[in-house]
Nanobody, 123 residues
Framework: VQLQASGGGLVQAGGSLRLSCASSGRTFSSYAIGWFRQAPGKEREFVGGISWNGESSYIPDSVKGRFAIPRDNAKNTVYLQMNSLKTEDTAVYYC?????????????????WGQGTQVTVSS
């Protein structure tokens, strides 16, 4: 499965941004999709995942209450809705696909990755 992340940009602290992860493949709807981020000098961080059918989502405590992952299989797109953004949310954001589990992506890197999109939150 090929993935393309988009929607990054510059936003002020407290603002919102929605990233998109799209695929042209017909099998997209059979994959769990996760979002990750990596800030300069830091390790890659899992910021959430959603099951193939959208019924289950997993958001880590670090962003819970601010981030959500809606999914639209009809559009072959998963979103990362980010609200109340903080300067520490600045990072390159990636989406990734796993054929088995959204929750597992928090501990094991999924096999398929899209290119990153830069999110910069200014104070």
């Amino acid at each position: 499965v090929q993935l393309q992340a988009s929607g990054g940009g510059l936003v002020q602290a407290g603002g919102s941004l929605r990233l998109s992860c799209a695929s042209s493949g017909r099998t997209f709807s059979s994959y769990a999709i996760g979002w990750f981020r990596q800030a300069p000098g830091k390790e890659r961080e899992f910021v959430g995942g959603i099951s193939w059918n959208g019924e289950s989502s997993y958001i880590p405590d670090s962003v819970k209450g601010r981030f959500a992952i809606p999914r639209d299989n009809a559009k072959n797109t998963v979103y990362l809705q980010m609200n109340s953004l903080k300067t520490e949310d600045t990072a390159v954001y990636y989406c990734a696909a796993d054929p088995f589990s959204a929750q597992a992506m928090g501990v094991q890197a999924p096999p398929y990755w899209g290119q990153g999109t830069q999110v910069t939150v200014s104070s």
